[in-house]
């Protein structure tokens, strides 16, 4: 875990209040904030609901926010907890909150996000897979890389997309490969851990194993989908992933 260091209150403190000034920086952000108990991103969560929930809207919530996104919180992970919160804490706290928020997390960090990801990889990012959306927790893209032979597409996840639950089915041969080709995601499949994935990680799936794949919350995923040829070959989509299960991966 990135260890956080803290020299705010010797700076602003340092000569007038050192006690306050050490308990600021060694004790609150320093053995506080790092304790390996609780993850570095929730901790941030945690702390900018605990400043809503106590009126503070000035700058100390726009450090906490700004670094709430600097861990890894996303828009949507960030929305999700003042909106709960806000039953529970007071609405007007709520507005106050998103009305900060809203200019950390800009529709254009969103679009850099993206732009960073296409350019790591030799492959596009390809159109909405609209197709499919149906089968899917978020939005995912799909764009064709070859149809001879054999099937092959890159597959991207924004971050905290994944698919459901599906089975390649076949009555000979079938299945699929998955390479990964940029950011971090993972797969797993049913009654086993999730295996995380990075660029030139590879997956091979046999025909008839229920599994799904998608990106970490935190990160773009892409991977080319290879289609293993077979006879009969079909895909039966199930359940979505329980968000719970989820929301305990890394």
């Given at each position: 875990?990135?260890?956080?260091?803290?020299?705010?209150?010797?700076?602003?403190?340092?000569?007038?209040?050192?006690?306050?000034?050490?308990?600021?920086?060694?004790?609150?952000?320093?053995?506080?904030?790092?304790?390996?108990?609780?993850?570095?991103?929730?901790?941030?969560?945690?702390?900018?609901?605990?400043?809503?929930?106590?009126?503070?809207?000035?700058?100390?919530?726009?450090?906490?926010?700004?670094?709430?996104?600097?861990?890894?919180?996303?828009?949507?992970?960030?929305?999700?907890?003042?909106?709960?919160?806000?039953?529970?804490?007071?609405?007007?706290?709520?507005?106050?909150?998103?009305?900060?928020?809203?200019?950390?997390?800009?529709?254009?960090?969103?679009?850099?996000?993206?732009?960073?990801?296409?350019?790591?990889?030799?492959?596009?990012?390809?159109?909405?897979?609209?197709?499919?959306?149906?089968?899917?927790?978020?939005?995912?893209?799909?764009?064709?890389?070859?149809?001879?032979?054999?099937?092959?597409?890159?597959?991207?996840?924004?971050?905290?997309?994944?698919?459901?639950?599906?089975?390649?089915?076949?009555?000979?041969?079938?299945?699929?490969?998955?390479?990964?080709?940029?950011?971090?995601?993972?797969?797993?499949?049913?009654?086993?851990?999730?295996?995380?994935?990075?660029?030139?990680?590879?997956?091979?799936?046999?025909?008839?194993?229920?599994?799904?794949?998608?990106?970490?919350?935190?990160?773009w995923f892409s991977h080319l989908a290879i289609?293993?040829?077979?006879?009969?070959?079909?895909?039966?989509?199930?359940?979505?992933?329980?968000?719970?299960?989820y929301n305990l991966l890394p």
């Open positions: 875990m990135k260890k956080i260091t803290q020299d705010a209150g010797r700076k602003a403190l340092g000569e007038f209040a050192p006690a306050f000034a050490h308990y600021n920086d060694d004790i609150l952000f320093g053995e506080n904030w790092n304790d390996p108990d609780l993850d570095l991103k929730t901790r941030c969560l945690v702390t900018v609901v605990t400043l809503m929930a106590s009126g503070v809207t000035d700058s100390s919530l726009l450090f906490h926010l700004k670094n709430a996104k600097e861990h890894g919180v996303t828009k949507k992970e960030l929305a999700a907890a003042i909106t709960h919160a806000a039953f529970y804490a007071g609405w007007p706290k709520a507005w106050a909150v998103f009305n900060m928020a809203k200019d950390i997390w800009t529709d254009e960090d969103e679009k850099a996000q993206r732009a960073a990801h296409e350019n790591a990889m030799p492959f596009p990012i390809g159109a909405p897979n609209d197709g499919f959306k149906q089968y899917f927790s978020g939005k995912s893209y799909l764009a064709p890389i070859s149809r001879e032979q054999v099937g092959i597409f890159n597959v991207t996840f924004e971050p905290a997309c994944r698919n459901n639950w599906h089975i390649h089915h076949a009555k000979k041969g079938g299945g699929q490969i998955l390479i990964c080709v940029a950011g971090r995601g993972y797969y797993q499949e049913w009654g086993r851990e999730a295996v995380e994935m990075r660029p030139g990680d590879v997956v091979n799936i046999p025909a008839g194993v229920k599994h799904w794949h998608g990106a970490a919350k935190d990160n289609e293993v040829p077979g006879e009969e070959p079909a895909n039966e989509w199930l359940e979505p992933v329980a968000e719970e299960d």
